[in-house]
């Protein structure tokens, strides 16, 4: 039997590649990728397993659901073989954005890793917590 998918949330600075990209390009490669603890979790991730697709910088929001469509590989951005790429689809945007100060100000994602490891740019997202997010973006 396959199992469920696992959830993950992407950050990525829109001016440097934005949903509109992903959209654009219909898929990519989620590269560049150079701290260990977003890495492992980007190890961990398996083709089906849905992303909530983040803007960083002044936009703070996540913005769209992506899907894992190829499991860990070589990061084709390095020949060094510590870093480690995955591929994403976009799947469908959000009708309205969730910004960081919205998640921040719902009391049951106070320990979503958005806001307890808000540094890092790949972490796991809690199955209550991708269903709460989607809610506040219009899909619940």
Same mark, same amino acid.
């Given at each position: 039997?396959?199992?469920?998918?696992?959830?993950?949330?992407?950050?990525?600075?829109?001016?440097? &590649?934005?949903? +509109?990209?992903?959209? $654009? =390009?219909?898929?990519? &490669?989620?590269?560049?990728? $150079?701290?260990?603890?977003?890495?492992?979790?980007?190890?961990?991730?398996?083709?089906? =397993?849905?992303?909530? &697709?983040?803007?960083?910088?002044?936009?703070?929001?996540?913005?769209?659901?992506?899907?894992?469509?190829?499991?860990?590989?070589?990061?084709?951005?390095?020949?060094?073989?510590?870093?480690?790429?995955?591929?994403?689809?976009? @799947?469908?945007?959000?009708?309205?954005? @969730?910004?960081?100060?919205? @998640?921040?100000?719902?009391?049951?994602?106070?320990?979503?890793?958005?806001?307890?490891?808000?540094?890092?740019?790949?972490?796991?997202?809690?199955? +209550?917590?991708?269903?709460?997010?989607?809610?506040?973006?219009?899909?619940?």
């Amino acid at each position: 039997m396959p199992s469920l998918p696992n959830y993950w949330l992407v950050k990525s600075e829109p001016n440097a &590649y934005s949903w +509109d990209d992903l959209v $654009r =390009d219909e898929w990519t &490669y989620w590269d560049g990728v $150079r701290n260990y603890e977003s890495r492992n979790n980007m190890r961990k991730m398996a083709k089906g =397993d849905q992303v909530l &697709y983040y803007h960083s910088g002044r936009v703070r929001a996540v913005v769209g659901i992506a899907e894992v469509t190829r499991e860990h590989y070589q990061d084709p951005t390095t020949e060094d073989t510590r870093w480690s790429a995955v591929d994403v689809r976009p @799947v469908r945007m959000l009708p309205q954005p @969730v910004t960081l100060k919205a @998640v921040k100000g719902e009391a049951r994602l106070a320990s979503m890793q958005l806001v307890t490891r808000g540094r890092l740019s790949v972490t796991p997202v809690r199955e +209550d917590e991708y269903g709460i997010v989607l809610a506040m973006g219009g899909l619940g």
